[in-house]
């Protein structure tokens, strides 16, 4: 496991785009699965290219791209505002009509999101052919040494219930939810306090 490389955004951006394909949340917002790997590249290649913005490293690897891990430093946001700006406009771009249905949607990631510091898992990934391994936990709980070693709490957002209780047995603790504008999804919050 290491910390990524900016000629490693194209590689990480196939892997969260594969892990979340048939996600429970981002398939609601992206519904067209015959053009959902082409929105996703441009929607999870910005959120990618973003976390690198960070002098300190932000997202993490596998050697070989199995798994990615994508994290926003205490106090920093996901997204530039210069490309905060653009985030309508290219979901226009990608989705038309959904648009502001999504923008909704990420409107309550970011009410959800505590005011407390914290390191934020914005984005974890495996594989599918390497899904079942362990991969993905072992980079996860890799990437919380740091966060401990800080004595900073950790947060995420569980997009697919499935895996909640993954993040439960490294020590998260759900700590609310909401829905999509629908309620047809739900989203889990879940906080870390430093080991």
Do not use: K
């Not at 892997?15 to 519904?31: E, G, L, N, V």
């Not at 980079?139 to 997009?159: C, I």
């Amino acid at each position: 496991m290491r910390a990524a490389e900016a000629a490693d955004i194209p590689a990480i951006t196939e892997t969260i785009c594969a892990a979340f394909h048939d996600d429970p949340t981002w398939s609601w917002a992206f519904r067209d699965e015959s053009r959902r790997q082409e929105h996703y590249r441009a929607w999870w290649g910005l959120l990618v290219q973003e976390a690198m913005r960070f002098e300190r490293p932000a997202v993490t690897v596998t050697e070989g791209m199995e798994a990615a891990a994508v994290w926003i430093p205490p106090g920093e946001s996901e997204l530039s505002p210069e490309s905060e700006s653009r985030v309508p406009a290219l979901l226009r771009e990608l989705i038309g009509d959904d648009t502001d249905r999504v923008l909704r949607l990420l409107d309550l990631f970011e009410e959800a999101r505590p005011s407390e510091p914290h390191h934020y898992l914005t984005l974890l990934g495996v594989r599918d052919d390497q899904r079942g391994r362990g991969i993905g936990m072992r980079l996860l709980a890799n990437n919380l040494e740091r966060s401990d070693g800080d004595g900073v709490p950790a947060y995420l957002e569980s997009s697919n219930a499935a895996n909640d209780h993954r993040y439960e047995a490294l020590g998260f603790r759900r700590i609310g939810e909401f829905t999509t504008p629908d309620d047809a999804v739900m989203v889990g919050t879940f906080w870390r306090d430093p080991a």
